[in-house]
C-alpha cells in the first residue's frame, strides 16, 4: 500500500500546468497535447486496422493494440496521462467514493470510481473537492492517473467509445507549489 501511495504521490508531482476551462468553439480551436495526439493517433491506427482485417484477424489486432496501448501508457507515461481535453459525462458521490466518466472526440473515455478515506491529507482533500466540482457536460483540459485497465471495442458500434481507459481525473496543476 504503502509503494501505491508512493507512485499516486510521484504522478501527481509530475503532472501538470494548469487547469484551463474552455468551452465549444475556443477548446477546438487550440491545439492537442502530445499525449492527446497520440492517444487519437493510437486510435485512428486501430479503428483503420480493425476495419480492414478479417473475421479471423480481428482478435489479433486488438490483442496488439492491448499492447501497444499498456506499452505507451504504463512505460512511456508511467501512467500518467497529461493534458487531454475532455468533456464531462457523469460525477457520482456515493458518500465518499466519487465516480467521474469523461470523453472526447466519442471514440476515447475516461471513467474511474476513487474512494477517499474520511482522514485524508489536504492533497488528497483537494483532490476530492476537485472532482466534486467538475460539471457535468462541460468542456475542460485534464490530466488523469491510469492503473493499467482498459476496453478496447469494437469501432463499427457507437454505443460505446473505441477506448475507454479506466483512470481518475487530477487537475493539470495537481501536486504543483
Known amino acids: 500500500m504503502t509503494r501505491f501511495l508512493y507512485f499516486l504521490s510521484i504522478s501527481f508531482f509530475i503532472l501538470g500546468c494548469s487547469n484551463h476551462k474552455k468551452n465549444g468553439a475556443a477548446q477546438s480551436d487550440k491545439p492537442l497535447s502530445k499525449t492527446h495526439q497520440q492517444l487519437d493517433s493510437l486510435c485512428s491506427a486501430y479503428q483503420r486496422d480493425y476495419n480492414n482485417a478479417d473475421n479471423n484477424s480481428k482478435n489479433l489486432i486488438v490483442t496488439q493494440y492491448h499492447h501497444l496501448l499498456d506499452n505507451f501508457l504504463m512505460d512511456s507515461l508511467h501512467g500518467g496521462i497529461d493534458s487531454i481535453r475532455v468533456t464531462v459525462d457523469s460525477v457520482k458521490q456515493d458518500d465518499l467514493t466519487i465516480t467521474t466518466a469523461f470523453h472526447t472526440n466519442n471514440r ?23 472532482m466534486k466540482s467538475l460539471k457535468v457536460n462541460s468542456d475542460t483540459t485534464l490530466g488523469f492517473i491510469y492503473f493499467g485497465s482498459h476496453e478496447i471495442n469494437d469501432p463499427g458500434d457507437t454505443s460505446i467509445p473505441v477506448f475507454r481507459f479506466f483512470a481518475f481525473p487530477i487537475p493539470l496543476n495537481f501536486g504543483k507549489k
Open 108 to 130: 476515447i473515455a475516461f471513467k474511474y470510481g476513487l474512494k477517499f478515506e474520511k482522514d485524508i491529507r489536504s492533497d488528497w482533500d483537494s483532490l476530492y473537492n476537485f
